[in-house]
């Protein structure tokens, strides 16, 4: 399902980043999603590093940080592709004006 949503999402990706506004708008979006659509953005990541790097990552790739004590992963936002914040912002998008 997250290849197929990734595809969806990766349309027409345009090459300039998101301004600061939009980058604070997804950081607030993720914020208020529940635990299934963290995990969600957690595959749409790691399928674009497969995409892009043409393998399967072990570790977790783009720097991000695995909490032990809470079960789960974070990311820098500035640390990802520019196309992958792209795609985060419309799946935050999707998921903030259908709620």
């Not at 783009?62 to 809470?70: T, V």
């Amino acid at each position: 399902m997250e290849s197929n949503l990734y595809q969806t999402l990766c349309f027409n990706i345009p090459p300039t980043d998101l301004k600061a506004a939009e980058k604070r708008a997804v950081i607030l979006g993720i914020e208020g999603l529940d635990v299934a659509l963290h995990d969600v953005i957690y595959k749409l990541i790691m399928e674009h590093y497969r995409i892009a790097n043409n393998c399967v990552s072990k570790d977790i790739p783009y720097l991000g940080f695995k909490h032990d004590a809470r079960n789960d992963v974070t990311f820098d936002l500035q640390k990802l592709p520019i196309p992958l914040r792209h795609i985060i912002k419309r799946f935050v998008k999707q998921q903030t004006t259908t709620s």
